[in-house]
T-cell receptor
Framework: DAMVIQNPRYQVTQFGKPVTLSCSQT?????MYWYQQKSSQAPKLLFH???????NEADTPDNFQSRRPNTSFCFLDIRSPGLGDAAMYLC??????????????FGPGTRLTVT | GEDVEQSLFLSVREGDSSVINCTYT??????LYWYKQEPGAGLQLLTY?????DMKQDQRLTVLLNKKDKHLSLRIADTQTGDSAIYFC???????????FGPGTRLSVLP
């Protein structure tokens, strides 16, 4: 089945220690997103890639970076995690073309704990 | 700016119908969506409706759209305990470049 895969599902890192979360997709979608979701809140968009074009949300901290080496993979790098970065990180994909209904398909998420 | 609002909580009895409501502000929305999120999981797309439609039915789910009032609802018939989750309303516009989620409605299904 075509899907969005996130690894790992659970990640524990130490305060200030860089961490990378990964996402892959078999949907061949041209757009990939990273969201941060804290408990009982809506997902908050961090950035998205339209093909190789990177789009950062204005309020995304510089501590968060992303890489998309090819269509299938996208990475979220947190350079110096703070306690406030503990959250669920969701990857999503979408297809932007003339026939699209622009729905987003989500992975299962990576729960990040910062100790 | 764009805003999507939902009531935060809804409780229903098993077997009853649930109606989850959503209002949005951007009249240029092209599609509106309903997502379901179970504890510790990602968001699952349930259904979506194009903005020039007023109703869409898919098995137990009925989506109603009142474009004049910018009001969207999701009706779940014969609600089951497995329907307990958070339901997010979302809208897209500007050819998908803008995608806005509501705060989510926590649905509790009582036996």
């Amino acid at each position: 089945d075509a899907m969005v895969i996130q690894n790992p599902r659970y990640q524990v890192t130490q305060f200030g220690k860089p961490v990378t979360l990964s996402c892959s997709q078999t949907l061949n979608h041209n757009v990939m997103y990273w969201y941060q979701q804290k408990s009982s809140q809506a997902p908050k968009l961090l950035f998205h890639y339209y093909d190789k074009d990177f789009n950062n949300e204005a309020d995304t901290p510089d501590n968060f970076q992303s890489r998309r080496p090819n269509t299938s993979f996208c990475f979220l790098d947190i350079r110096s995690p703070g306690l406030g970065d503990a959250a669920m990180y969701l990857c999503a994909t979408s297809s932007w073309d003339r026939a699209s209904s622009y729905e987003q398909y989500f992975g299962p998420g990576t729960r990040l704990t910062v100790t | 700016g764009e805003d999507v609002e939902q009531s935060l909580f809804l409780s229903v009895r098993e077997g009853d119908s649930s109606v989850i409501n959503c209002t949005y502000t951007d009249s240029s929305s092209t599609y509106l969506y309903w997502y379901k999120q179970e504890p510790g999981a990602g968001l699952q797309l349930l259904t979506y409706i194009f903005s020039n439609m007023d109703m869409k039915q898919d098995q137990r789910l009925t989506v109603l759209l009142n474009k004049k009032d910018k009001h969207l609802s999701l009706r779940i018939a014969d609600t089951q305990t497995g329907d307990s989750a958070i339901y997010f309303c979302a809208e897209s516009f500007n050819y998908g470049q803008n995608f806005v989620f509501g705060p989510g409605t926590r649905l509790s299904v009582l036996p």
